[in-house]
């Protein structure tokens, strides 16, 4: 961990990481929940329209952990609960990657979950 992350990650979220589907396309689940180092904002929530709903951005994570992924869940702290629905996480829409710009150690991510 970067310097600069160690002094600004200072709280935890736990992520749940989609299997994927099996060789039959059927889900197989979720990996056994991991702690992550990470700093986070609340943002918007489902926008209703004229013509129905939209997912929009809900919160957004920065970590340096490199393997979050569209369809993993999330959740603002620590759990150890199986199952993400259960815990309240909410599914990762996208995760966007930034460069480590002062100690090139280790990239930054931005994980997006939406509504």
Known sequence: MSSLANWSYTAQATIWRNLGPNEYGDPQGFAAPEIIACDYE???SKRLGAIGSEKVVKNTIWTE???ADTGDYILFGASTELDPIAAGADEVMQAIRYAD???RLADDYAILTGV
């Open 65 to 67: 952990y490199a393997l």
């Open 101 to 103: 710009t002062f100690e």
């Open 42 to 44: 609340g943002g918007l």
